[in-house]
């Protein structure tokens, strides 16, 4: 079955500093999306990407959309505390779009 | 407007009890879903619906059986709890991908079984 992995699984930055997750799925995507989980609280959607190739910014966030649609990034520049948390992409099949998949997530630790 | 509503928010069981945790959406959606959430283990899909009367299983459905009530209402069953099944678990909707596809969460139930 589809599997989505996200490396690397914990990751500790000074503040200011920046900030990559990356996410591989096994099989083609339709779409990719990126939640944020902060601790003790329920996962939000930050974005969704379609497009092959795709770029999408969000103030200091970047999201990335691979050529071949079977892999992705999110990255931040210059963290905040607030950026505190796990990062997730979830994915939905190119042929079963009934169900999304999450990748295994990046907890985010941003040292003050 | 109160989105995804789950209750439970907490439940401690002892091995081979029953119980269901419920979930509600106010957002008129087709799809809804069941994931638990170990540490380390990311998200993993127990059971979904895409559309009200049907259901299908997920990454990890065994122990578990659902029901979608109607549109508004989709909910999870343990019918013997084991220790593995304890978890945070999360109730999610949202409309098919070739719209937005967002995901609307619960603010999720925690359930230890002892």
């Known amino acids: ?112 | 407007n109160a989105g995804v509503t789950q209750t439970p928010k907490f439940q401690v069981l002892k091995t081979g009890q029953s119980m269901t945790l419920q979930c509600a959406q106010d957002m008129n959606h087709n799809s809804m879903y069941w994931y638990r959430q170990d540490p380390g283990m990311g998200l993993r899909l127990i059971y979904y619906s895409a559309s009200e009367g049907t259901t299908d299983k997920g990454e990890v459905p065994n122990g578990y059986n659902v029901s979608r009530l109607n549109k508004r209402e989709f909910s999870l069953r343990l019918e013997s709890a084991a220790p593995s099944q304890t978890s945070v678990y999360f109730c999610a909707s949202s409309e098919p991908p070739l719209n937005t596809g967002e995901l609307f969460f619960g603010e999720g139930s925690r359930l230890t079984v002892l």
């Open chain 1, 1 to 112: 079955g589809q599997q989505v992995m996200q490396i690397p699984q914990y990751q500790h930055v000074q503040e200011g500093e920046d900030f990559t997750t990356y996410c591989n799925s096994s099989t083609t995507l339709s779409n990719i999306q990126w939640y944020k989980q902060r601790p003790g609280g329920h996962p939000v959607f930050l974005i969704q990407l379609v497009k092959s190739g795709e770029v999408k910014k969000q103030k200091r966030l970047t999201f990335q959309f691979g050529e071949a649609k079977k892999n992705s990034s999110l990255h931040i520049t210059a963290t905040q505390t607030t950026d505190v948390g796990t990062y997730f992409c979830a994915g939905w099949g190119t042929y079963n779009t009934d169900k999304l998949i999450f990748g295994t997530g990046t907890r985010l630790q941003v040292f003050p």
